[in-house]
């Protein structure tokens, strides 16, 4: 199985700052890795796909870069409503897998 | 509109079983491969299973943690796919979303529906 490992699995930033998350995949997935945000009690949506590609709707605030197995998510300009956890997920291979997340929060 | 909405969820005994169904709409459901993904209280995402298309001989394919107790079936003519979950121990205790591959994998997520295996 691929292992993604996500990094940090928290983070502490305020409004307006440039977050960053990192997702290290065990072997090369190409660019096939997606970005989730989830809310509390909600499911997880869709932000980035193929890496680096935004997802219809999505603010432009958010951005993906990499590809083999190093990738970075990034919010340009953190905002109260991005408070959330952050997952990253490979689609190269079966079975599946998902990053631990990364836990946002204002400070 | 794309909606996935799950429903079947309950407080089951351990060692029981439960069906899970995906009721999707305002897609091509025959053309899309359908995926189940859960979520344990305050954890991560964890992949279930999936089963592709007609056209991909509805191929499926399991996590090995549910791998022999789970099933992933679908029903073209009702737009739905299902879970049946057999043998199900404490560990199962999830949210458990279904998801699509649509122009990208898990590009639109259900609401979920909570599963609680417990005495």
């Known amino acids: 199985d691929i292992q993604m490992t996500q990094s940090p699995s928290s983070l502490s930033a305020s409004v307006g700052d440039r977050v960053t998350i990192t997702c290290q995949a065990s072997?090369?997935?190409?660019?096939?890795l997606n970005w989730y945000q989830q809310k509390p009690g909600k499911a997880p949506k869709l932000l980035i796909y193929?890496?680096?590609n935004l997802e219809t709707g999505v603010p432009s605030r958010f951005s993906g870069s990499g590809s083999g197995t190093d990738f970075t998510f990034t919010i340009s300009s953190l905002q109260p409503e991005d408070i959330a956890t952050y997952y990253c997920?490979?689609?190269?291979?079966?079975?599946?897998?998902f990053g631990q997340g990364t836990k946002v929060e204002i400070k | 509109e794309v909606q996935l909405v799950e429903s079947g969820g309950g407080l089951v005994q351990p060692g029981g079983s439960l069906k899970l169904s995906c009721a999707a709409s305002?897609?091509?459901?025959?053309?899309?491969?359908m995926h189940w993904v859960r979520q344990a209280s305050g954890k991560g995402l964890e992949w279930v299973g999936r089963?592709?298309?007609?056209?991909?001989?509805?191929?499926?394919a399991y996590a090995a943690s549910v791998k022999g107790r789970f099933t992933i079936s679908r029903d073209d003519s009702k737009n739905t796919a299902y879970l049946q979950m057999n043998s199900l121990k404490t560990e199962d205790t999830a949210v458990y979303y279904c998801?699509?591959?649509?122009?990208?994998?898990?590009?639109?997520w259900g609401q979920g529906t909570l599963v609680t295996v417990s005495s």
């Open positions: 193929d890496a680096s």
């Open positions: 089963i592709r298309s007609k056209a991909n001989s509805y191929a499926t």
């Open positions: 305002g897609f091509t459901f025959s053309g899309s491969a």
């Open positions: 072997q090369d997935i190409s660019n096939y």
């Open positions: 998801t699509r591959t649509g122009t990208t994998e898990f590009d639109y």
């Open positions: 997920q490979q689609y190269d291979n079966l079975p599946r897998t």
